[in-house]
């Protein structure tokens, strides 16, 4: 009986889906969401997986308030040589080691329950009204706050987020790859005396400031128009002096297809692992990302912060 059980596992863990569910598994119970989040996948397509797998007598569930969880059923003796044989298999799987970290940061956000304490309390500030307080205040506030810095302005457009950080920086460059933008922030920056702002044309993979002259390299919602990411991330790490941070503010990955067309994004997002894979492989250290914004009507878009420093 445990061979019939063995091929017929050994069948159904031919497709690396199936494959890379099984081993997520073994490791650590997991919800259908989560899964989605480590995956990148739809949850119909999981869910399929799940029951071919839970069929087979490789997975049980249990149900916990409104979620289900499954993990790898417990097998009987000799089926640990099969899965020796699988987990030498991933490695032929370029989506598995992506997989392992992926699964990192959930469990990070299950022990992070501050997280959607704070989240709530974001949800409810500015929705009655108190006379004086403001969103606009607070960021006044905090800028204010801030150390005088040199600030590169990453994919900036016309500049408004630069002309605000310029109140408090030492310096602020700001760089975009449209001359009009360029050409229009310049004239506005002018007009109303800001001269600690820089505006420079030049497109986020090559940019056209010295190595280790910033001291915080600030993207927001730039990313996904970057056509490489990752190139994007390397050269804010390179312009970046030791010591100096990153933040980068974008959209959580999304299945708005208009948004290529109505924006011109080239990325759909990116999900809270990906962006902070980004990060390490450029080279930072220190990384932390959350969900920051959910907006209330459709799409529902949601927005990432990722921070993260470059090493002293």
């Known amino acids: 009986m445990l061979m019939v059980s063995i091929l017929k596992s050994l069948r159904l863990l031919t497709d690396p889906t199936r494959l890379r569910i099984l081993l997520l598994l073994e490791r650590e119970e997991l919800s259908v969401a989560e899964l989605q989040e480590i995956l990148s996948m739809g949850q119909s397509r999981i869910s399929t997986h799940l029951s071919q797998l839970k069929q087979a007598d490789l997975l049980e569930d249990r149900r916990t308030g409104k979620n289900i969880l499954y993990r790898m059923h417990p097998q009987p003796a000799g089926f640990e040589a099969l899965l020796a044989v699988l987990r030498q298999g991933a490695r032929e799987i370029p989506e598995a080691e992506h997989d392992m970290a992926a699964l990192k940061l959930i469990l990070r956000k299950r022990q992070d329950r501050m997280r959607s304490y704070f989240d709530s309390l974001a949800g409810k500030f500015g929705k009655s009204y108190l006379p ?52 229009f922030g310049a004239a506005l920056a002018l007009e109303h005396g800001v001269t600690n702002l820089e505006y420079r044309c030049g497109d986020l993979e090559a940019l056209p400031i010295d190595s280790d002259s910033v001291d915080l390299a600030f993207l927001s919602q730039a990313l996904h128009h970057a056509q490489h990411p990752l190139q994007a991330v390397a050269e804010a790490y390179r312009i970046l002096k030791a010591g100096g941070r990153i933040a980068i503010l974008d959209l959580r990955k999304h299945q708005f297809e208009e948004a290529r067309e109505l924006y011109a994004d080239l990325w759909l997002g990116f999900a809270e692992v990906e962006l902070e894979s980004f990060l390490r492989k450029a080279g930072f250290q220190n990384v932390r990302s959350a969900v920051v914004h959910k907006e209330a009507e459709s799409p529902h878009l949601e927005t990432l912060l990722a921070v993260a420093d470059k090493p002293a």
Do not use: C, H, Y
């Open 132 to 183: 004086g307080r403001s969103w606009q205040g607070l960021a006044e506030m905090l800028l204010k706050l801030m150390p005088p810095m040199v600030i590169a302005d990453l994919g900036a457009g016309e500049g408004t987020f630069s002309q605000l950080l310029a109140q408090r920086a030492e310096r602020v460059i700001a760089v975009d790859n449209s001359e009009k933008m360029v050409e």
